[in-house]
T-cell receptor
């Protein structure tokens, strides 16, 4: 199993540009989520999904959209990038939607918005 | 909502010494407390967790203790080795949904050879 994969690994955007961060998992996990990691602020939840066709907002959802059309994929879309979205983004998945289930993280995408 | 505070933000120890990282949480109903380790350039990985029905759990050189009365839990690493150098995160379930984990701000541990 490849586990949780994320692409791209690095990305530089200009303010106002849009892009999609890709996330895929091959473990048949129901729960998937996106976090952003900023210095001194730990991991903050952006959006999550408890199964295909179901998504919900986390702590910091503004400026981001998600969809879950399949169990395997959970892309994160930035509609109009802003410098405040410069961060490292992690996708995670787990067997079910319980917060007590082990989360498996991808390797991250480092995004810079100029 | 749930608030998880983690201290210290950085910790430097000599190889072989012990390291302790502490976290406090606000929701007395929280029942699950995982610890994640993040190595440089990688995503976080679960290293140990504890549930509220026990006060301590050990796995080789790593242990976690839980004090439900004081609402804090700690990660203990004994006989530290250079490969223990990483960022460590504690977490607790969010109060408004059982689907979410709230993470602490992280502790950067440096083990000096």
């Amino acid at each position: 199993n490849a586990g949780v994969t994320q692409t791209p690994k690095f990305q530089v955007l200009k303010t106002g540009q849009s892009m999609t961060l890709q996330c895929a998992q091959d473990m048949n996990h129901e729960y998937m989520s996106w976090y952003r990691q900023d210095p001194g602020m730990g991991l903050r939840l952006i959006h999550y999904s408890v199964g295909a066709g179901i998504t919900d907002q986390g702590e910091v959802p503004n400026g981001y959209n998600v969809s879950r059309s399949t169990t395997e994929d959970f892309p994160l879309r930035l509609l109009s990038a802003a410098p405040s979205q410069t961060s490292v983004y992690f996708c995670a998945s787990s067997w079910d939607y319980s917060s007590t289930d082990t989360q498996y993280f991808g390797p991250g995408t480092r995004l810079t918005v100029l | 909502g749930e608030n998880v505070e983690q201290h210290p933000s950085t910790l430097s120890v000599q190889e072989g010494d012990s390291a302790v990282i502490k976290c406090t949480y606000s929701d007395s109903a929280s029942n699950y407390f995982p610890w994640y380790k993040q190595e440089l350039g990688k995503g976080p990985q679960l290293i140990i967790d504890i549930r509220s029905n026990v006060g301590e759990k050990k796995d080789q050189r790593i242990a976690v203790t839980l004090n439900k009365t004081a609402k804090h839990f700690s990660l203990h690493i004994t006989e530290t080795q250079p490969e223990d150098s990483a960022v460590y995160f504690c977490a607790a379930p969010g109060v408004d949904s059982s689907y979410k984990l709230i993470f602490g701000s992280g502790t950067r541990l440096l083990v000096r050879p």
